[in-house]
């Protein structure tokens, strides 16, 4: 079942990993669709995603739309039997969603109907719930709203793993290994989601990462802390030189329910210890 012509459509680390555990299972992808290169940092340097840069190094066929509806005729040449979708970014219209033989699957960390949305992982871990875990699901129209094929609970402790999102990226792309075969032969019956019970989450902004020291709770502080890696992380203001300076927090603990901040960024500065830049901030 590996020679399945499939197109996957993917754009972060999530879906890279997701996309690497299908690959060294066989399962080789016609084609990959991902985001346009970015301009990022103070440079503005024009940056691939993390799929484009992995689906080169394999050869993989790429193609980089602003606009689904300027591929369709592509993606029709291609004869799919099945698009794969894991942190694409975009919503896909339906006309493009039916045009597999076997329609399209999406990797989505969260068990839905809960966590629907641009953010799953970060949301659960502010969320301060017990169990999230992945949903193989076959895509609609509506955002996260189809139905369920396959569900497995992640087992970890979202504050003792930060590397979640890598766990669940791998988990989900076991998981298809699972579920293609057994979907193409009709031995899945997929089940309809409990749309009474969905929550949403909301895409992460850059001032989502403020975070103040001394009304937050350490937990709050801490959660945050995991949930905004790498981007856009947590940062706090001081008065230093008589001008408000923003300090990102680059390393801490939580120990106990104590919070332990090793390491900080000042702006305009390089990491240092958080210790040395208190002493700082106290004889300014």
Known sequence: MSNINFVFFGTSEFAVKTLDILIKNGYIPSLVITAPDKPKGRKMIMTPPPAKVFSQKHNFKIIQPERLGDIGEKLFAVHPDLFIVASYGKVIPKYILDLPKFGTLNVHPSLLPKFRGPSPIQSFILSGEEKTGVTIMLMDEQVDHGAILSQQQYQGNALILPKMEEFLAELGGEMLVEVIPKWINGEIKFQ???????????????????????????????????????????????????????????DMELKDGKLEIKKVKPEGKNDMSFYLFSKTVERN
């Open 192 to 250: 309809e989601q409990n749309h009474d019970l969905a929550t949403f989450t909301k895409k992460i902004a850059k001032e989502d990462g403020l975070i103040d020291l001394e009304k937050d709770t350490p937990e709050t502080i801490y959660r945050k802390f995991i949930a905004f890696q790498p981007w856009p992380g947590i940062y706090y203001f001081v008065k230093k030189d008589d001008k408000d300076t923003r300090v990102i927090i680059t």
